[in-house]
């Protein structure tokens, strides 16, 4: 099975940045898209960024535009998110995710994942 292990993730003051990383081990030649979420507390897991293999086409969530970047490195088999222009708002758990398969517009809803990493905590201070 794909196993994600991320990293990357901490405190950081409003403004300044930040990149998540997420490596995957297993199977995970076969992802066909990657993706990240985030969850703070009190609120529901959202989506935030996307990338597909082999195309590399990227999505993202309207509120990350302009400032949140996901990128992949083939060879180290890893995907990054480099957050620039943190906000408070921006504070959750962010979760990276694959899937071998690909299902349109489903890519925004976390069910459409079955790999998930462990989790990490983005802190963001005012």
């Known amino acids: 099975q794909v196993q994600l292990v991320e990293s990357g993730g901490g405190l950081v003051q409003a403004g300044g940045s930040l990149r998540l990383s997420c490596a995957a081990s297993g199977r995970a030649f076969g992802t066909y898209i990657w993706g990240w979420f985030r969850q703070a507390p009190g609120k529901e897991r959202e989506f935030v960024a996307a990338?597909?293999?082999?195309?590399?086409?990227?999505y993202y969530a309207d509120c990350v535009k302009g400032r949140f970047t996901i990128s992949r490195d083939n060879a180290k088999n890893t995907v990054y998110l480099q957050m620039n222009s943190v906000e408070p708002e921006d504070t959750a758990i962010y979760y990276c995710?694959?899937?071998?398969?690909?299902?349109?517009?489903?890519?925004?809803?976390?069910?459409?994942?079955?790999?998930w990493g462990q989790g990490n905590q983005v802190t963001v201070s005012s």
């Open positions: 990338i597909t293999w082999p195309s590399g086409s990227t």
């Open positions: 995710a694959a899937a071998t398969y690909w299902s349109g517009p489903n890519y925004r809803e976390p069910n459409h994942y079955p790999y």
